[in-house]
């Protein structure tokens, strides 16, 4: 029945031309600028980058922050599409934004709808921001909610036009500027103290491409706003009978920050990864332009687009991306642990488990290698109860197949003494919408680190030993290790190839993140500093067996030890030729992004947050050598 219809729908559409959206055809112009200098276009040619100027972006109280008329203005130059970046929950605080019915609904009803998805200011990992203003139904006497690094003003972007105007007012007015999509953001890079930031969750535009060609790629596609989050691209899936990669967190954003820093799914064994699939990209650059780069034009920003990092060389509108033949995901679970609710840990018990998971681990090589993906926990519950459980998943896999393939498995974990509990396939839960996809995401405030694990790590007998050891030591301390079996490599991504994507993602066979479950909220700077620094430790270890690997930048540890070589390895040189060629003003700043130690956001006690002024890093070593000096 799929064949029928593609059959119908190519003989209907045998060439459909990609025009851009109707939102990107609402393009600012000369005209528009008029005598409003602070939205004119740049010219790279007539500056001195980063060495004219302000040592630091403006904030609200600087000299040279724009007046009220100015925003004014800007507003009116938007449509009214500058929205105050107003905290949540200030509902919840004395103040003139509380609400005690809005701080209720905040506290009991965002489970089951959409409010912070939707948010115009909302990230999902609140630590970065500052955490200046929590959620709670009881303030404490001396509690307050601040703006932090909440942004001050947010522009509700649904057209190119507005996003062209941002840039530009914030290029020309020394403004600290931050992208916002979904807020799916680990680490404050859609965060920043006194920013403005450019909010592109709305452009959700869709064009299935039954015929598209470019470079040397023919065959079908589509075109996608960046705004598209994941659960509603499986609807466009199914009414096409393709498959499009997306992220397996349902409300990510599947062509915005996700393409930019590679992009892992269940797929990725397959297909390769987000980066992987984009074939042109319809961008606003630094100087206000919008560009298209493909293979044919903007080669520059095409190779650094695709997995070169987000925020970083423009704002993506739209991108057409490979469609490809409609893909089902079958997954089957299994789980085993020590110990538990009452039950007794017996001698021998965790040397079984820890064989389970070695064994588990070799069975991964075979899973890769078959085109199949697998997500797993393991952690430690008590002073000897130890839990594992995982999701096996294998693309176009009848049930039969699936059972048969997993059996060896099952059979190895049973032959060594583990209750093991295996659930017959099923569809993936990561892949194809459920009934409640889209809805429920709330802040959360976890700090963890990632690596991106070398299958030489799993060949080798002895680094096999080694990396299991730094990886069971890892969960002895209690952090909670999640495991993400893949194989993106370069013969599955297939054209068009030569994208900016993690070198370490072609070699690995594992995306392993570490879990911090600590409170954060409420920790002084030197109790923050001493948790992170127990995570470093542990993370430390799993970088001594992979020297040479890296580690997933939109997944990661803010503080990752020698960032460049870790989320970008070789590719690192070439990118902040881009970036610096591209964007000479440094518009575009997100923490470890190519570039960014050129600036230095200046926070108490030296968090590592987004709460301070944005400066640039020479003039904040100068004035740091100045304080001890004195």
């Not at 984009?278 to 332009?289: C, E, F, K, N």
């Not at 130890?386 to 048969?404: C, G, M, R």
């Not at 130690?597 to 904040?620: F, H």
């Amino acid at each position: 029945m799929r064949a029928i219809l593609l059959s119908i729908l190519i003989a209907l559409f045998p060439s459909v031309k990609s025009a851009d959206f109707a939102f990107e055809q609402e393009q600012l112009t000369e005209a528009d600028v008029g005598d409003f200098k602070a939205i004119a276009f740049g010219d790279a040619s007539a500056i001195y980058p980063l060495e004219d100027g302000s040592d630091c972006r403006e904030y609200p109280g600087s000299a040279n922050w724009p007046l009220e008329e100015e925003w004014s203005r800007l507003n009116r130059s938007l449509g009214g599409a500058l929205v105050q970046g107003i905290p949540p929950a200030a509902a919840c605080y004395d103040g003139p934004y509380k609400d005690a019915a809005k701080c209720t609904f905040l506290m009991r009803n965002t489970s089951s709808n959409r409010f912070y998805i939707n948010d115009p200011v909302t990230v999902l990992t609140e630590w970065p921001e500052g955490d200046t203003c929590p959620t709670t139904s009881q303030p404490l006497p001396g509690d307050n909610c601040t703006q932090g690094a909440f942004p001050v003003y947010v522009i509700n972007a649904t057209t190119v036009r507005q996003i062209q105007i941002g840039v530009n007012f914030a290029r020309n007015k020394n403004l600290r500027l931050v992208i916002k999509n979904t807020g799916h953001d680990f680490v404050g890079r859609a965060t920043g103290f006194g920013s403005l930031s450019i909010w592109t969750h709305f452009l959700k535009d869709f064009q299935y491409l039954p015929q598209y060609r470019v470079g040397a790629y023919s065959g079908r596609a589509a075109r996608v706003g960046a705004g598209i989050e994941s659960w509603e691209m499986f609807a466009h899936m199914e009414k096409y009978n393709i498959t499009t990669l997306v992220a397996g967190g349902y409300t990510v954003g599947a062509y915005g920050g996700w393409m930019a820093g590679g992009g892992h799914s269940a797929l990725a064994s397959k297909y390769g990864l987000g980066a992987d699939q984009a074939l042109s990209i319809q961008v606003v650059t630094a100087d206000g332009r919008f560009v298209t780069a493909d293979p044919n034009q903007n080669t520059d920003l095409f190779y650094a687009l695709r997995g070169g990092g987000g925020s970083t060389y423009g704002i993506v509108t739209s991108v057409i991306v490979k469609a490809h033949p409609y893909t089902n995901v079958l997954a089957t679970s299994l789980a085993f642990a020590t110990g538990g609710s009452n039950v007794p840990v017996k001698p021998g018990d965790i040397e079984r488990f820890w064989k389970g998971f070695d064994l588990y681990h070799e069975f991964g090589k075979t899973l890769v290698d078959n085109g199949g993906t697998a997500c797993y926990v393991s952690r430690r519950s008590g002073n000897d109860s130890y839990s594992f459980s995982t999701d096996i998943e294998l693309p176009d896999a009848s049930v039969e197949y699936l059972s048969k393939f997993a059996q060896p498995l099952v059979d190895g974990l049973k032959a060594i003494g583990l209750n093991v509990t295996v659930r017959a396939p099923y569809p993936a839960s990561n892949w194809m919408a459920s009934s409640t996809a889209g809805l429920g995401d709330r802040p959360g405030d976890t700090r963890f680190g990632s690596r991106l694990l070398p299958r030489a790590n799993f060949d080798d007998p002895d680094l096999f030993v080694a990396t299991q050891r730094a990886l069971r030591e890892s969960i002895e301390a209690g952090y909670t290790f999640h495991g993400i079996h893949l194989k993106p490599t370069e013969e599955v991504a297939g054209y068009p190839g030569n994208n900016a994507a993690n070198p370490a993602f072609r070699k690995a066979i594992m995306h392993a993140d570490l879990f911090d479950n600590s409170n954060l909220r409420g920790l002084s700077p030197m109790a923050f500093k001493a948790t992170h620094a127990r995570l470093a430790s542990a993370m430390d270890k799993w970088r001594a067996v992979s020297p040479e690997a890296g580690a997933y930048m939109n997944e990661c540890d803010l503080e990752e030890p020698n960032w460049q070589q870790a989320f970008f390895g070789s590719n690192y040189g070439r990118l902040l030729g881009i970036k610096r060629s591209r964007d000479p003003w440094g518009v575009f700043y997100a923490p470890a992004t190519v570039g960014s130690e050129d600036w230095v956001v200046l926070t108490e006690d030296d968090m590592p947050t987004q709460n301070g002024p944005l400066c640039k890093a020479g003039s904040v070593e100068a004035w740091r050598g100045y304080k001890k000096v004195k």
